[in-house]
């Protein structure tokens, strides 16, 4: 007899698999005195991990409403996720991408680029005096 297999019970592979329940989301961000920064949300857990510009950060899980965010100094325009990562660093959920801009957390979707503006290269094109340029020289 066969166990399992055959056409009735053959698996399917169909549709979208998510690994978890419930969606992270990322609900506040604080810098703390210690140089740290907290991350408050819903639906963390352990296995929640701190991604900033794609690479894993050192995170620290406190419960399922906060973790921190250790040994990393964020810049202007930096790319936040928090992901559910597996024992084998697989992602299974993520939340939604984050910039850092002047201080606090913004969707990525709604970050703008600072404009940044250029000294000009070189001495200042001055006026040209008609005057002068029309006096004969002797």
Same mark, same amino acid.
């Given at each position: 007899s066969i166990v399992y297999g055959g056409l009735k019970n053959k698996p399917t592979r169909e549709g979208e698999f998510q690994?978890?329940?419930?969606?992270?989301?990322?609900?506040?961000?604080?810098?703390?005195?210690?140089?740290?920064?907290?991350?408050?949300?819903?639906?963390?857990?352990?296995?929640?991990?701190?991604? &900033?510009?794609? !690479?894993?950060?050192?995170?620290k899980f406190l419960n399922n409403a906060r973790i921190e965010l250790r040994e990393y100094v964020l810049e202007e325009g930096d790319s936040i996720v928090v992901n559910q990562v597996g024992s084998s660093n697989r992602v299974f959920r993520s939340s939604e991408e984050y910039k850092f801009n002047e201080g606090k957390l913004v969707l990525a979707s709604e970050y703008i680029e600072p404009? &940044?503006?250029? !000294?000009?290269?070189?001495?200042?094109?001055?006026?040209?005096?008609?005057?002068?340029?029309?006096?004969?020289?002797?």
């Open positions: 690994m978890g329940v419930l969606d992270v989301s990322i609900s506040g961000f604080q810098v703390n005195l210690d140089g740290t920064y907290s991350l408050y949300g819903d639906n963390l857990t352990g296995s929640s991990k701190i991604y &900033v510009n794609g !690479e894993k950060q050192s995170t404009v &940044v503006e250029e !000294e000009p290269l070189g001495d200042p094109v001055l006026p040209i005096d008609e005057d002068v340029m029309n006096t004969e020289v002797e």
